[in-house]
DNA sequence: AAATTTTTTGTGTGCGAACACAAAAAAAAC
DNA sequence: GTTTTTTTTGTGTTCGCACACAAAAAATTT
């Protein structure tokens, strides 16, 4: 258990006062090139480490994070992050992190914007954030903000939706190519003879659509490359999905079409708006699988309606998010540029070891 | 942003010194019974929360915690608990928890035990460690340490294994029962015809075996339940994995025996030696299911001669027990007696995502 | 060369809790 | 009623860092 070195040690070694170690570590100027280069060196040498307790106590409560999400009342998927990130908010709390949180309308890019120039307003006290962690869902709008922060100095942490731009401190999500390819496999697996699949859509057009393209073709890729090569695969999209009318018409059209359809791939959480609509014997006869643990998707899970979800532990994103934040303002580590999150495999029997946390969801929001 | 209550504030409120909200706070005694109850009253009244990070800082680097877990040499499995707990390490350092680390053979009860006691002896400065972090494989000497703990008042968190003694702070790990369950459905997923489905477990008598039992009645039960009626289960053992000859001879009189023999579930990790022994064609024509994700297992998943791996988090169980402990050590919150780790379902496809903290191993071991 | 400005360096205080020790009050012994 | 002992309460220092401010040294100006 070897004491740790203080800021005072390294003074002493390097023959100078405590402030001007200070002054180095913080590079708060002032320091003539000799003494910066030898306090370094001695930092080097002595592998001082800087006491976080310390420096949260002497600092105060000061990090300001801001989280931008889409309002969960129009899509329960978005409880998950919104939880995930209050449980991490409850640990770092004590460490001098503040979260404040805005929601934005689900598919309304002006709301987006809105709730964003809220965040970035200067404050009473003259202050910004120190950090965001939001959801691109709009890609120009995603990137604006993007950049807003970039010239202000203000770390971002996206999650869900990657965007490309560098100007991003992490992003925490799925590999969506490859959770196209994992679908692929798991229809595959129960599709043994001459049949058709179907890739199935249900959005409206105005979303970021560039996570929805690669599911896609990463499920064609395994189907070209490994899968059975005598199915074949059907893209489809349907934007009025809220129309239970109009749904069930379309999806009838298909049953009747594809007399030999093996299975449906729905590349988002309303696999259960199809479902819904259909009738039982047809829907144990389909392989079907979705994406995100939301209610109605388990309870169909459950009566083997749904064979898979995929998981893309948005709990964890929101929590994750948090934390990278903390880790980067508070204890001034590095963190990873991408955060990839695991693809789970969820059936009936291990669906509730995925939803510890979501527990909480519930409570929370009722209170 | 509420400014926040200080032990001060409490004790002016109350009309005490902070000394003596400071004997209530830690239960130091010496407290007249109308004055500690106008403090505790006071306490929520204002709602006082400890400044963790001042608490920390004042107390200095005190907190001693043991790691005690097989020689990951013998069995490349316990890498990956050892790994979580470092890179657990690496954050609590920080705030003032120390690890030591002891290894036992993995067989051997005896070892465990001579640990055990080195463990809990105590050092020159008269103390003994103030938690300890412990995979119980062996049933009674497992139980033994948790009762020397009780008695010494040391918080045990145990992973892997659980022990049915309420003498833990906190078990981490998988839910055997679910685990057979969920072995089940996958094997039953692939066999539609009347087949014989095997369970085998390839271990040695002396290892407590009440988690494999368990995995064994979750396995049977799924089958009698809600599986294919059609399929016949058997339920095996055999202790002579490592001699090859020996493995062969015996998997080779079951496919003779078997002609109808659809999958294996191995009830551990080592499907591999399995593996190793058996013709490549009988292979992919059997369905596989083991456990773990250790090196050669992916090696198997990838070349398709195992279809599914369940995988029992076990990074995540290190990482985790270390964090409970730090939990309840230092942040002094309350923790879950019982922390069950999701049961993922790795294919070829996702199993990368499942092992990030895994790269890290490498690096660390050969360091 | 003295006075002034600018740059560089050093000192001191506060953050909030833990713990040791001193002081005061109460109880017991004489 | 005084002294001694025990219980209860109060005070002061420490932890390591951040930041404000004071002091010293160097560079400019006069």
Redesign the pocket.
Known sequence: MK?????????EHA??????V??V??N?????????EEVLKVMKELG????????I??????YRVAVLLPDYNEDPYWKQPFAGAEEARKQVQHFGLNIEYYFFKLLSPEDFDRQARNILKTQPDGTRPDGILFSPLFLNEGEELLNKCDNLNIPCVIINTNLQSSKKLSYIGQHSYQSGVLAARLLNFGTPKKRTVIILNLTKGSTNAKHLIEKKEGFQYYFDNYGNKKVKVVNLEFEEFNDNEKLKTFLQGLIEKYTNLSGIFFTNSRAYKAIQCLDEKIVKKIKIIGFDLIESNLNYLREDKINFLINQNPIEQGFLGIQTLYKHLVEKEAVEPIQYLPLDIVVKENMQYYQKRGYQVETLLTA
């Open positions: 004491k740790r070195v203080r800021i005072i040690d390294v003074a023959g100078v006062s405590p402030g001007t200070d002054r570590i913080h708060r100027g002032k320091v003539s090139p000799e003494k910066r001082y480490e800087r006491n976080i307790a310390a420096s106590l002497a600092k105060g409560e000061n």
